[in-house]
């Protein structure tokens, strides 16, 4: 078997509730169309500020999944 050679995609979550669930809002809704998604890095985390309260966290991750072996 080859060593895996990955893919990067950048994705934006977001969440009313918190950083955590931005995350994982994102991952959840590219894993309904990107196949072997294997890790994911924060690369920045924004807010939006709605009455003097964070009404909304923003995070951009890189999401990284293996290119599928033509020969499996």
């Known amino acids: ?5 990955y893919k990067l995609i950048d ?3 977001t969440s009313g ?3 955590s669930d931005a995350i994982q809002n994102a991952i959840t809704r ?3 169309t990107v196949r072997n998604i294997r890790w994911f ?3 920045q ?3 939006e500020v709605a009455g003097g309260k964070v009404s909304r966290y923003q ?9 599928e072996n ?3």
């Open 11 to 13: 994705l934006v979550g």
């Open 17 to 19: 509730a918190s950083v």
């Open 45 to 47: 985390v924004r807010g």
């Open 41 to 43: 890095e924060v690369v």
């Open 70 to 72: 033509p020969a499996d």
């Open 30 to 32: 590219a894993a309904e």
């Open 1 to 5: 078997m080859a060593e895996p050679v």
């Open 59 to 67: 995070v951009t991750l890189k999401v990284g999944f293996t290119l």
